[in-house]
């Protein structure tokens, strides 16, 4: 019989694997083509990822937890590590939008959310609906907690180092750095010891939730909103094809949504109606939403969109049969 503790180290290990296919692969980045870059990432996704789980299941966090500590994982990529979210140059980001104390705003505001959901929140959902015995435990003891904190720091410091290929010569004013760590910081703070605990029971809270369908139907267009609104493609120069000063209703028309959207799935998930097929609902809805996108935005060609459209087939089906065991 396997042990509860070696089942978390393999939890632990399909987390740090998944969580890069979630947040890079299936959205095309890379292709399928140069897949072997996620030997890369595995350390600074998966062990964040990891990291994250642990600390949270250990102090009793939920979901809003989980959230606040995935917004604080994207600064540390997008801020500290990439330094995108001050370059001037890097993917050619910092001509979205107006940039803001040095900010390029509208890449900020696509990927901060963007690693808190699809770099944090569901592979975590997803690896919980797969091992729903270790869902409210931790997977690894404090020495595993400590292995992956290191290799976080130095998946950090690799992909750093590699940042000098795609934007040599940049580096962020200190001024940035040091605001970044404070916010760090600060969502560190509010996640482990000011956001409401977990009771670590199921939801009891009375009323109604929509079916799953219509829970996946929300979710995909959701997420195919956020990210065709914010993220420029077909040829655009900007996000949602606008110009100048227009570029602000596409951002705002982002925002809204999305803070409607997680009020939904809150007051949803606090309500006994949730059942683990609604989440994976969610999951899925949102997933199958992000390669559809993925397809019309980052094929550089015909053979990339096809791969990555029979990726996210081979993903329907994978879905499907987590559903027909959730069930």
Known sequence: MVTSRARGRWA????????????????????LRQAWLLVLW???????????????RRTGGGWPAVLLLGAAYGIVEEG?????LTSPTIYGV????????????AYTELNIPYHAVFSVALPILLVDLIVPGLRDRPY?????????????????????????????????PPMALAAFVLVIAVLVVLALWFVPRSPGLPATAPGTVPAPPVVACLAGVAAFGYLALLFPFGGARHPAFTEG?????????????????????????????WRDRHGLAL??????AHTAFGVIANGENATDRVSLAAL??????LLALLARRTR
């Open 12 to 31: 632990a290990l399909l987390l740090a694997g998944l969580t890069p296919v979630v947040a890079e692969l299936s959205l095309g980045n890379p292709p």
């Open 42 to 56: 595995v350390p600074i996704y998966g062990a964040g990822t990891v990291l994250i789980r642990e600390l949270v």
């Open 80 to 84: 500290l590590a990439l330094q995108a």
């Open 94 to 105: 910092a001509g979205w939008a107006p940039r803001i104390f040095g900010l390029n705003s």
């Open 140 to 172: 690894l003891r404090r020495t595993g907690l400590v292995v992956a904190g290191v290799v976080f720091v130095l998946g950090a410091l690799l992909l750093r180092s590699t940042t000098a290929l795609i934007d040599p010569g940049y580096q962020a």
């Open 245 to 273: 000063g227009w570029v602000v209703v596409p951002m705002v028309a982002a925002a809204l949504p999305a803070v409607a959207a997680g009020v939904l799935v809150h007051r949803w998930t606090s309500r006994g109606a």
């Open 283 to 288: 999951a899925g809805g949102a997933l199958v």
């Open 312 to 317: 996210g087939v081979v993903m329907i089906g």
